[in-house]
């Protein structure tokens, strides 16, 4: 897997396009790699393409520490964040850390440049874990998906990381 994903990055990287994806794309990748594409994965490319917007980051600039929220069933957003930032458990800028986020949250990301300088954090609410699961479970066009979850409003706070 780390090997798929190293080379996923690579290629898109060579190619000029990376991180530029098309919704199709997105989901074709993300597909790919993560082996479906599920909602969590976008709420995880929407974080990262936001933070190398406001960071004014390039690919594999940043480093990643993922807090999953308790009750969520699994990380995947993490998948869809590594996508969108070039980042890699492989090459250590990404991490699943093992504390989980604060209570009343569905995950807490924090993105910060390799290089230094200040990074942000990105809280979900865990209201958006219900959300998320019903776009799961009726909507079953993974573009579709994709277009569902970049549309629901206030997905994220922003604030500087600490």
């Known amino acids: 897997m780390k090997l798929a994903i190293a080379a996923l990055l690579s290629m898109g990287l060579a190619c000029g396009a990376a991180f530029a994806e098309t919704p ?36 594999r600039e940043v480093s990643v520490t993922f807090h999953q929220g308790e009750g969520v069933p699994c990380p995947c957003s993490a998948d869809g964040v590594m996508l969108a930032v070039g980042a890699s458990p492989g090459q250590g800028t990404l991490q699943i850390a093992a504390e989980k986020s604060p209570p009343g949250t569905f995950a807490v990301v924090v993105i910060r440049p390799r290089k230094g300088g200040d990074g942000l954090r990105y809280t979900v609410p865990i209201s958006f874990l219900p959300k998320l699961g019903e776009i799961n479970r009726t909507i079953q066009d993974p573009l579709a998906r994709y277009h569902a979850v970049m549309a629901l409003p206030d997905l994220f706070t922003v604030e500087p990381a600490k």
Do not use: C, T, Y
């Open 24 to 59: 199709e794309e997105w989901v074709k990748l993300g597909a790919r790699v993560h082996g479906g594409f599920g909602s969590f994965i976008p709420a995880g490319i929407r974080i990262g393409e936001d933070a190398m917007k406001r960071l004014n980051a390039q690919p």
